[in-house]
């Protein structure tokens, strides 16, 4: 018998010494489970040890130390040829539901063409070309129910993504990742999908720790606030009051650069919502109000607003942010939005308009009457409790 390997590659594999402890703790007649925790292991990479690795040359299954070794090395040895490319078979089960066309029962194919492949993700606001577009994982379930007694017609879904990803993996054309439904020309890196999407937002800054008088509308200064975005990166700021329903739009250029510098990683954001440009854009804006109509701002979970605590340290307005996917808890910004799609529609380069124009627009969605507010404009309702606050206060009396 060759020589086996006595060191793993890492802890994550079963040593020869464990090897040698499952043998002589199942010639005891130990399960599978008392075996797992005195080796410290999970049950199931007991249990699949046992079963994949055994000698079978005595008719029986039995389980050998030395044996175990040797095919667990002989299997670990690289390069294999992937399955893709040994069963011809199994490679044409796999790409016909990825990328078959949809054909009618007379043998029309259905749906536009699509464009040729460039190496590039799907199209943007672009047609693509329909295809069955089955995912890996559906695939590696389902042959196994129209294969059930063909173990040669096994694939897992990591093989199928591997042979469309990594060069020289498998057998399937480059092109065929356009069929998938992320259409991605390269595969998310796994760091990037354990990655902190909302560090910014730490317990104290959520919703639920809001002032209770935001929640009734009662008193104005209360602001909820989002984006507009438009075409290669643009942007408007929106900024709503929730109580007099006030709108104020915020004018976010492009930084100097932009389309002309390289963009690198943990570089400086050129779109103009750069985190560092929105909280000097809302500072700008909001110290233009009064202290009493500013005292509170809360927004969605975007990272144009990951430097909130600079923002609340300049001006006193503490922030606060939705829960994810919860659109609801700022329904007054989303329809104020919705309002302001008339003006921006989406697809449309948003940078052309300056502070002007945008200035112009807010003054002339403040001009119309709500009927939440009585028929009255939310400018006039603004005003309304700007002057309650301007007036002297008087003495209680008993």
Known sequence: MPTVELTPLTGRYLSFSEREEIALHRAQGCGVREIARRLGRNPSTVSREVRRNAATRGGRLEYRASVAQWKADL???RPKTPK???NERLHDYV???????????????????GPAWRGRNKPHRRDRRWVKGWSPEQIAH??????PHDDGMRISHEAIYQALYVEGRGALKRELVACLRTGRALRVPRARTRRATWAHVTPEVLISERPVEADDRAVPGHWEGDLLIGLERSAIGTLVDRTTRLTMLLHLPRE???????PYKNGPALAGYGAVTMKNALAAKMTTLPEQL??????????ELSRHVDFTVETGIPVFFADPQSPWQRGTN????????QYFPK?????RWNTEELEAVATILNSRPRKVLGWKTPAEAFEEHLQSHQQPGVAPTD
């Open 75 to 77: 299997v670990a040895r």
């Open 84 to 86: 893709l490319v040994a």
């Open 95 to 113: 790409q016909e539901r990825l990328s078959g066309r949809i054909i009618t029962a007379d043998g029309e194919i259905l749906g536009p063409q």
């Open 142 to 147: 389902r042959i196994k129910a129209d294969f």
């Open 256 to 262: 100097e650069g932009y389309g002309t510098i390289k």
């Open 294 to 303: 500013r005292r509170s701002l809360t927004w969605d979970r975007g990272k």
């Open 334 to 341: 989303e329809n104020t939005n919705g309002l302001l799609r």
């Open 347 to 351: 697809g449309t380069d948003l940078s």
